[in-house]
């Protein structure tokens, strides 16, 4: 037996000792609205609950019985919380009996990335030395989903300290994209991306510094939003799941919705967003609504091809086509980057920036020994983490000129289209260092690395970015693009990205998984 047909054998038999007792998920009858709910929006979910069109016990029961089929293959759950899930979705049932309402999502089933504490459950990021440590609470995103009534059917893979755009680690293995099981379903929140796209849940929470939101939802068909800088609290998303940080602040990394229509997106995001603990005292937040309704009405802006990442031929040819079908519905099209603008340059200050904090969060022992092979190189340029007080705070300076630059861009168009990534999914490829890793492509082989240029742009000016599904390659792997809006109108690319799907179709399930 090798080591996948282990961890597939394995994941049936926990499953199968953590079902309640007297409950048969396989055997139970399934009614037939559960079929057709199985790739149904978390919305849609929700309205089918409301009007007693299936129970929420029955969804779950059908959540958790596809979970027992498809995840051998995608490793995409890493736990389950079966019997409290199906605890809470008899609850909602007899709250829903009693003509009372849990919120937006009573009764839907949803999952979680692994690095948001749930609990007396792992939150291990991944990183060993964490294996053995429970959460000793709810993340706040986690409690708001809750909150709003939604069932939790468990955590999902991620790569180790959240630092890959796949995901894999040494304590649950890799996870497989349903598209093709040979690849990636990125990361860092590949594990929720591959379980949404296989109908496992109706509605995940990622996080995002270096696209980790946006890269698995193109990878996997689905759409994936990364807010506003600070809007979504991370409270709770640290390793061993600890919630007593004081308001920390990376700069770039944000938490957001995973789904499968834009529409599910913003409802989440109007459970997610807004002040936690003392910050509620001073302010509260609203959406703002969206700039227009119609994509006559919107003025867009793009750039779907630079020599900063090209895109290869199969993804350029798919962007170019939603382009043509923008222009066709009447879209106000203005190409090019903002007068100025120099992609290169914004990247040298958002790679500063992040290397800086990847630095700064590395555990002691690991930044003396990057310390002493920094040392040893003299021709190696200094680590961004080690540079003195005054050259961090001139690039930060530097990220706040940026986002000026934009919100100057953006009294003039509404929304910025651009990839997501230069490529579709790729095959499983876990060697080390990552920056010497090589992507195969129809065009040559890429960097790494360079699947960071088209993301770092809304990550270091702190604009929101929504990644749509838009259709798939010739090899049949889906493909997104990324729709940058204003600071704090998060609303705006997520309309656009509803409003797009009307012309280019709505998410589609891969092949096997009905």
Known sequence: MNRREFLAKSSLALAASAIPRGVNLMSSPIPAAALDLDFASALQAAEAIRKKQISSLELTQRA??????????????????????????????????????????????????????????????????????????????????????????????????????????PIY?????????????????GGSAAALAAGLGYLSVGSDIGGSIRVPSHFCGLYGHKPTLNLVSAQGQVPAGVRDNPGFDTLLAVAGPMARSAADLNAALKILGGPANYDAKAWKWELPAPRATSLKNFRVGYVIDDPIAPPTPEMKSLLEKTISALDRAGAQLKPGWPAGFQIQNLLDTYKFLLFAFLFSVTPPEQQEAQRKAAAADPNSPPLPGMAPFADWQRQNFRRLGFRAQWQNYFNDVDVFLSPTAFTPAFPHDHSEPQEQRLIATSAGPRHYLDLFAWIATATLTGCPATTAPIDLTPDGLPAGIQIMGPFWEDATPIKFADLLSQETGPFKPPPGYK
């Open 173 to 189: 293995g890799a996870t497989n994209n349903p598209w093709d099981l040979k690849r990636t379903p990125g990361g860092s929140s």
């Open 64 to 169: 958790f019985a596809r979970i027992d089929k498809f995840n051998p293959q995608l490793n995409a759950f890493v736990y389950q919380t079966r019997d409290e899930a199906l605890t809470q979705a008899k609850k909602a049932d007899e709250a829903q009996a009693s003509g009372k309402s849990l919120g937006v999502f009573h009764g839907v089933p949803f999952n979680v990335k692994e690095s948001f504490g749930v609990a007396g459950h792992p939150d291990t990021w991944g990183i060993p030395a964490f294996k053995d440590i429970k959460a000793p609470a709810d993340s706040e995103a986690v409690a708001r989903l809750r909150n709003a009534g939604a069932i939790l059917l468990g955590a999902t893979n991620v790569p180790v300290n959240l630092a890959d755009w796949q995901s894999y680690n």
